[in-house]
């Protein structure tokens, strides 16, 4: 049955074309999408029962509004594959889709899913997430296939949260590799990004659990130690001394955690959030520290006892 369903995939960058390529794989036909295109985006969407977005961040509101102003099908679901939050309003692309959509089921798609791993076709699992079950399920059957394991969850804040979060930990983590600061410190690090993570999520909402999951450790231990993630690069770039705009310009796709790292910061000063980690890499970002600058005011932070998630 769900093979007839008409699947459209709004964004051809290296997301987008991975996601068509694993619905191919799990044998569903799918329409990517993108400015680019012959059609307009009224007639791929018209008809389409799932609609996934995988633009980048800075394209979610302005698309989310033209898609209302288009107007979609009954029932149909929008499934979410973005990790960020929008700079405006802070707010994660689940929740901008369904306040767009109050009425469409919105499924949130996070996991430890490098594309250029994915379009390999190796192996990989990632998580469905969703408050409608059966719309999570139903998307999970489009996915799944044999080289991609997927999971369901009730907790879209959290899985995508896990997604977004930690690409200012792999910016993090590509500035530690850069400067040679060993495993030992690599270690330090992922271990403290956990629960800066939960405790950003938590107080979004979010379940303490799904971080231990795919969407959080999963992408987490993924992206940290990849060169194949874009984020790990701009560390790695930043620790060299390259300037931002120019490790930018040289990037292969977007690294969501540049635009991440300034939201987070806006949001956890307002809401007072400690994230020690995350505010050293937005001071780098901004070019008022150098790496080996943030190294050291991360190791001169007052000292406490280590556990737990709401310590810091
Ligand atoms: N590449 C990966 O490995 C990967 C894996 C999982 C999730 N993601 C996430 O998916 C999202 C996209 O990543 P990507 O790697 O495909 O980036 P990309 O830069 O390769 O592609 C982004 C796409 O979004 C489109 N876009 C941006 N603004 C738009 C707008 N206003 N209207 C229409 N289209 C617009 C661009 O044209 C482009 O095709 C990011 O949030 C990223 O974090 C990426
Ligand atoms: O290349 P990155 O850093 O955007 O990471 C891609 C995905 O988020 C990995 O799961």
């Given at each position: 049955m769900t093979k007839t369903l008409k699947t459209t995939i709004i964004g051809a960058g290296a997301w987008g074309t991975s996601l068509c390529f694993l619905l191919n794989r799990a044998g569903f036909e799918c329409e990517v999408w993108s400015r680019r295109s012959e059609k307009s985006l009224a007639e791929v969407v018209k008809d389409a029962d799932v609609i996934i977005s995988?633009?980048?961040m800075k394209g979610v509101m302005a698309v989310s509004q033209q898609l209302k102003e288009i107007?979609?099908?009954?029932?149909?679901?929008?499934?979410?594959?973005?990790?960020?939050?929008?700079?405006?309003?802070?707010?994660?692309?689940?929740?901008?889709?369904?306040?767009?959509?109050?009425?469409?089921?919105?499924?949130?798609?996070?996991?430890?899913?490098?594309?250029?791993?994915?379009?390999?076709?190796?192996?990989?699992?990632t998580v469905l997430a969703s408050n409608?079950?059966?719309?999570?399920?139903?998307?999970?059957?489009?996915f799944a296939s044999d080289i991609f394991r997927v999971y369901v969850n009730n907790d879209p804040i959290g899985t995508?949260?896990?997604g977004t979060l930690k690409n200012v930990m792999a910016?993090?983590?590509?500035?530690?590799?850069?400067?040679?600061?060993?495993?030992?410190?690599?270690?330090a690090l992922l271990t403290r990004a956990l629960p800066e993570m939960i405790r950003v999520g938590t107080h979004l909402g979010a379940s303490v659990e799904t971080f231990f999951g795919l969407s959080g450790l999963g992408d987490l231990l993924a992206t940290c130690d990849s060169p194949l993630s874009r984020?790990?690069?701009?560390?790695?770039?930043?620790s060299q001394g390259k300037s931002l705009d120019d490790i930018l310009e040289n990037l292969e796709g977007t690294a969501e955690g540049v635009n991440t790292a300034t939201v987070l910061i806006k949001l956890a000063?307002?809401?007072?959030?400690?994230?020690?980690?995350?505010?050293?890499?937005?001071?780098?970002?901004?070019?008022?520290?150098?790496?080996?600058?943030?190294?050291e005011n991360l190791m001169a932070r007052e000292l406490k006892e280590e556990f737990w998630y709401l310590e810091f």
């Open positions: 995988a633009i980048s107007g979609l099908k009954d029932k149909a679901i929008i499934v979410t594959a973005t990790k960020g939050l929008d700079f405006e309003t802070t707010k994660t692309p689940s929740q901008i889709w369904q306040d767009t959509f109050p009425n469409h089921a919105v499924v949130v798609l996070s996991g430890p899913n490098l594309s250029k791993e994915i379009k390999k076709a190796l192996p990989a699992a409608d079950t059966e719309a999570a399920e139903l998307v999970q059957s489009m995508e949260l896990g910016i993090a983590s590509g500035v530690c590799d850069g400067l040679n600061l060993g495993t030992n410190a690599k270690a984020n790990y690069q701009v560390g790695m770039g930043l000063s307002k809401e007072k959030i400690p994230v020690p980690i995350s505010y050293q890499v937005y001071l780098l970002l901004k070019g008022k520290v150098s790496a080996a600058e943030a190294v």
